[in-house]
């Protein structure tokens, strides 16, 4: 049995840039046509601490049908905060103040709507790398000879 591969949406070096505290960074725009299933990862530079003060205080998934920023809105289940609230689904995790820091989301994409994108607000000046890989992906029937 051979599974299917991962198709590489958005690769590090088009999706690379930093934010300073209370500054947001967006990464590019993650086009999921065709996947059921995509995989985000999130590499970001050191930390000034290593306490829930010093961890991004928005770690988030936004979607839209097109690629305009202003009409991105955020994915109930994927907004991460540096504390509980009513719009925070999850806490974002406590980072190293040495080495990189990485963090992984995973989406069903099949009832999302066709652009992702991530929104991160560090409480520190940070670098972030973002990777996405689709699976599932549609394929064509495959016949016999």
Partial sequence: MTLPQGK???????????????ATYTSANIDTLGA????IDI????????TQA????VLKIQ??????????????GFRGGSATATNVDFVVAIGKTS???AYKL????????????VVISPTTTQTF?????????????????
């Fill in 54 to 57: 010093g961890s991004p205080s």
């Fill in 106 to 117: 995973n989406v069903d994409t099949r009832a999302r709507k066709r652009y992702l994108n």
């Fill in 99 to 101: 080495g990189q820091n």
């Fill in 129 to 145: 790398q973002v990777t996405a890989n689709g699976f599932r992906n549609e394929q064509s029937p495959s016949t016999a000879t």
């Fill in 43 to 50: 590499s970001a530079t050191t930390q000034s601490a290593s």
């Fill in 8 to 22: 590489l949406l958005l690769d590090a070096t088009q999706s690379a840039g930093s934010a300073t505290n209370a």
């Fill in 36 to 39: 059921d299933f995509v995989s």
């Fill in 63 to 76: 979607e839209c049908d097109t690629t305009v920023a202003t009409s991105f809105v955020d994915v109930v």
